[in-house]
């Protein structure tokens, strides 16, 4: 009972802390009206650019597949295709139940960027600009979903599509996958947040080398330099897809509260300065302390030989 209240105390605080946390990154988002950043305008400039879709299939499992889908232009992204990704990003913000990503393409290729198209009618800087603060604030709320998000990079992912692959916490390839950053080749530089992500991922040595070359980086290099996680070799043992969900329930296996938990104190230890990310953990670490996995564990006197 009294471990109960401290408990319910603690789930308290710490709900309040986590709401501190995404405060603090502006509730997830990088830019708002301060930055002249008018989210209602530029949705509406981008459905200007329809076609293709974001599918999201929620799982009992926990397990959540995100599917880009615009197969006739190698699943680029159109205008409305962005908005629909930034919606889905809010409904698995708000799924209790989820610990688990899948970021796929559709029709075994990933995504090749932006889609021509549309960058062609919105090649004036300012509108380039709004797109550019809109997928940050996307692709940045998606990494920081409270679950263990995988890209699975089937065919190639190019421009836009490789910046995407950062914003999940792994990448896996499919032989003959490719993640390639084009972007010198088209006269610029990133703007999805995927420079500034990639540099943390491999290094900026490294970062230097596939921009600065638009580098074509197979599963082997991508293996060898950490933007991979794995090849998912093996014919015959399920669709690249089962592969990916196979290798992620092993990261994802237990209670929904405790995965979110571990990328809570992982997120919080990637982005806050040591102090603050201390005090996230251990506002994260009252939310599961006393809580039922804990205490089932505690009764079972569990061994961990
Ligand atoms: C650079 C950053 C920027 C951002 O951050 O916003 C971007 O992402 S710009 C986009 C960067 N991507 C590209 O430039 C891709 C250009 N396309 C290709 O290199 C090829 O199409 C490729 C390699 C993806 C596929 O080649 P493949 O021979 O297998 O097929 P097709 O070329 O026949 O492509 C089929 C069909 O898809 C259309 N397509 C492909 N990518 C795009 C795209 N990004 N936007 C619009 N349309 C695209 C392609 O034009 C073909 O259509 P079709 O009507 O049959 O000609």
Redesign the pocket.
């Known amino acids: 009972m009294v471990l109960c209240a401290v408990r319910q105390h603690l789930l308290r605080g710490s709900r309040g802390a986590w709401a501190r946390f995404l405060q603090r990154q502006s509730r997830g988002c990088v830019y708002s009206s301060v930055h002249g950043f008018q989210l209602e305008e530029i949705r509406e400039k981008l459905q200007a650019f329809p076609g293709g879709s974001i599918e999201l299939l929620k799982q009992e499992s926990g397990l959540a597949v995100l599917t880009i889908n615009y197969p006739?232009?190698?699943n680029?992204f159109s205008g409305s295709m962005m908005v629909d990704l930034e919606e889905r990003v809010s409904q698995l913000e708000g799924w209790t139940d989820g610990k688990g990503l899948i970021v796929q393409g559709a029709s075994g290729t990933f995504c090749?960027?932006?889609?021509?198209?549309a960058?062609r009618a919105l090649s004036d800087p300012q509108d380039g600009m709004k797109m550019c603060m809109f997928m940050q604030n996307t692709l940045t709320r998606l990494l920081r979903l409270p679950m263990i998000s995988v890209a699975l990079v089937e065919g190639?992912a190019?421009?836009?599509?490789a910046?995407l692959t950062t914003a999940c916490d792994f990448r896996l390839m499919a032989p003959g996958s490719v993640i390639q950053f084009?972007?010198k080749h088209?006269g610029?530089v990133?703007?999805?947040g995927g420079a500034a992500r990639l540099v943390r991922i491999v290094g900026s040595q490294n970062a230097l080398k596939l921009l600065g070359g638009a580098v074509k980086v197979d599963p082997e290099v991508a293996l060898q330099i950490g933007l991979a996680e794995e090849v998912l070799q093996g014919e015959g043992t399920g669709t690249p897809l089962q592969r990916a969900e196979n290798w992620l329930s092993v990261y994802t296996k237990g209670p929904a509260p405790v995965i979110q938990a571990v990328k809570k104190v992982v997120l919080s230890g990637r982005e806050l300065p040591l102090s603050e990310a201390l005090r996230t953990e251990k506002d994260v670490f009252g939310t599961v302390w006393g809580g039922p996995a804990n205490m089932q564990a505690l009764a079972s006197k569990s061994k961990h030989r």
């Not at 090749?112 to 198209?117: F, I, K, P, T, V």
């Open positions: 006739s232009r190698m680029a090749s960027g932006s889609d021509l198209n960058v190639r190019l421009g836009g599509g910046e084009v972007h088209m610029l990133p703007g999805w």
